[in-house]
């Protein structure tokens, strides 16, 4: 499976930027997408995922600000993200978790990551 991802950039602060993903492969079905991010020298946090049956969960500091969604029949996934903040600047990696088969085990995937840099 690969995840190919972009929509990164530099924005000034407040503006809005939409990180897109495709994955392609051999896939049955996307349990999880979403997005995580790391600033260097910190670890990988969770920014927003959403699963098949429309569950979502964000990171607090975006609630209200990113939104995630999903075009399941295209195996896409999306991140909206408005007024954003210096803060949030990061590589952000888009994660998949997927099924090759009905009876295979869920394997986790990442993307090569895109820089996302906010000025202040």
């Known amino acids: 499976v690969q995840l190919q991802a972009s929509g990164g950039g530099v924005v000034q602060a407040g503006g809005s930027l939409r990180l897109s993903c495709a994955a392609s492969?051999?896939?049955?079905?996307?349990?999880?997408m979403g997005w995580y991010r790391r600033v260097p020298g910190n670890q990988r946090q969770l920014v927003a995922t959403?699963?098949?049956?429309?569950?979502?969960n964000y990171v607090d500091s975006v609630k209200g600000r990113f939104t995630v969604s999903r075009d399941n029949a295209k195996n896409t996934v999306n991140l909206q993200m408005n007024s954003l903040k210096p803060e949030d600047t990061a590589v952000y990696y888009c994660?998949?978790?997927?099924?090759?088969?009905?009876?295979?085990?869920?394997?986790?995937?990442w993307g090569q990551g895109t820089l996302v840099t906010v000025s202040s």
């Open positions: 994660n998949a978790v997927t099924k090759r088969y009905a009876w295979s085990t869920p394997t986790t995937y």
């Open positions: 959403l699963t098949n049956s429309g569950n979502t």
């Open positions: 492969g051999s896939i049955f079905s996307i349990n999880v």
